[in-house]
């Protein structure tokens, strides 16, 4: 969710939780001023009642046209002792000249008179229907929320828009930025100071990475060429102690063996130089590559190979996957993943290739359980029976495929480990 929604959002609950606070205020002051001037005419005829009735004038009609109406009869002095002498109720009572219940105030006195005899004078008026009266105000305060809501919306949007749009260019910078290119200044018109601080710490962080990015590139070079170099004069010393005919055959079987660990670990070093080059991007050149025709190229000399298990290769063309990418990391794709299926296939079996416009399959019997769906991909990760493998493979594969936007996936269905390549774009 976008920061200008989260405090819209925000707002608005707050301000839903403040109005109904504030509601609940205003109808209980409402209902309080108005009990209280009821009340209080109330409180005025029933003292003038008890008034008239200690002093045995005439009392007015117990029914009368008028608001106030009350009713005066005697109690005795059990009732008295357990009732207060002064209640205020709201009740509906009936009301003979509308033939009808009403809502209505009560005041209730119990009063003794000379003779000692207790009296109680109820008095009511009716007033206003509080139900109703919740209803309305209920109603116009979910109206004024709605209405104040919506202001809050209208003008947060408007403002954080606006106050968020050095944030929006910052990021749009950050998008469009690739390390090891040329990239645009960034162009940030704010006087907004942590804005301004934050864009001068991307540019301090950017800057350095700038210059760790031209070290290891430095660094992957410089290794490159000096690594490969003692790697071959090492080997090609090994080969020549070999053509030495004054070697015995324990010194020439431990010649053997340190020759084969000697190319696997070159071999190693390449892949892993290779590696690096590719997640530093350091592949820019591009062109329109033909799978179909890059396998082609690759299938004579791995059939050679194949054969040496009597695998046997199905190549199935339904149409021609194509991408953009450097010509090499093309063949280097899909070599690997040809000698991964040679490597992990099983003597007799066979291997099927399939390209679609958009995916490219290869697919390899072998053994009888799916791989390790988390692992295979990862950098040195052997399976039980390959350990003599670099481990390197398909974590290439991998990263070729992240760095042109492909995805690879392992899926293991009837009997056939297979890999396939997909890309995302039409």
């Known amino acids: 969710m976008k920061l200008q929604n989260q405090i819209t959002l925000r707002l608005s609950l707050i301000g839903a939780l403040v109005f109904a606070f504030w509601a609940a ?57 357990q009732h207060s ?12 000249a509308k033939n009808e219940f009403e809502p209505a105030r009560t ?29 309305a105000v209920a109603y116009w305060l979910i109206a004024l ?26 990021l749009d910078w950050l998008d469009a930025y690739r390390l090891g290119e040329r990239n645009k200044a960034m162009d940030l018109q704010t006087n907004v ?19 760790l990015y031209e070290q290891q590139k430095r660094f992957i070079a410089n290794a490159s060429h000096e690594l490969q170099t003692p790697l071959a004069v090492i080997q090609s010393r090994l080969e020549m102690m070999l053509d030495d005919g004054q070697l015995t055959e324990a ?11 000697l190319k696997t670990l070159a071999r190693t070093n390449r892949s892993l130089l290779l590696l690096c080059k590719i997640d530093n991007g350091q592949f820019t050149k591009t062109k ?24 046997k290769v199905e190549m199935n063309v339904e149409a021609d996957m194509t991408a953009e990418m450097d010509e090499s990391l093309a063949t280097t794709l899909a070599a690997n993943l040809m000698k991964n299926a040679f490597t992990h296939g099983n ?19 072998g053994s009888d359980r799916p791989l390790d769906g988390e692992k295979i991909f990862e950098r040195f990760y052997h399976s039980a029976d390959k350990a003599s493998s670099t481990g390197l493979g398909l974590s290439i594969a991998q990263a070729i495929c992240r760095l042109y936007g492909m995805d690879i996936l392992y899926i293991y269905e009837n009997g056939m480990h297979v890999f396939e390549v997909s890309r995302r774009w039409p």
């Open 251 to 261: 010194q020439m079987g431990d010649v053997v063996k340190t020759l084969h660990t």
């Open 85 to 96: 002498h002064i209640r205020y109720e709201d009740c509906e009572v009936y009301t003979k």
């Open 107 to 135: 005041i209730s006195y119990i009063f003794m008179d000379d003779n000692g005899k207790f009296f109680e004078v109820v008095v009511f008026t009716p007033t206003i229907d509080k139900a109703d009266l919740k209803a």
């Open 288 to 311: 329109h590559i033909s799978m179909a025709a890059t396998i082609g190229r690759l299938l004579p000399d791995m059939e050679m190979i194949y054969a040496n298990k009597n695998i």
């Open 25 to 81: 205020l205003f109808y209980f002051a409402i209902i309080d001023e108005i009990n209280d001037e009821v009340d209080d005419s109330l409180e005025d005829h029933a003292e003038m009642i008890i008034r008239r009735s200690l002093a045995g004038e005439k009392l007015p009609r117990e029914a009368s046209y008028t608001n106030n109406q009350y009713y005066l009869h005697e109690v005795s002095a059990q009732y008295a002792s």
């Open 145 to 170: 929320y709605a209405a104040i809501v919506t202001c809050i919306i209208l003008v947060n949007l408007h403002t954080l828009t606006k106050g968020m749009r050095p944030l929006r260019a910052i």
């Open 347 to 365: 003597d007799g079996g066979r291997i099927r290739i399939c390209l679609k416009a958009r995916a490219m399959t290869i697919a390899n019997t």
């Open 193 to 211: 100071t942590e804005f301004r601080k934050l864009a001068n710490a991307l540019e301090r962080s950017t800057e350095r990475n700038e210059t």
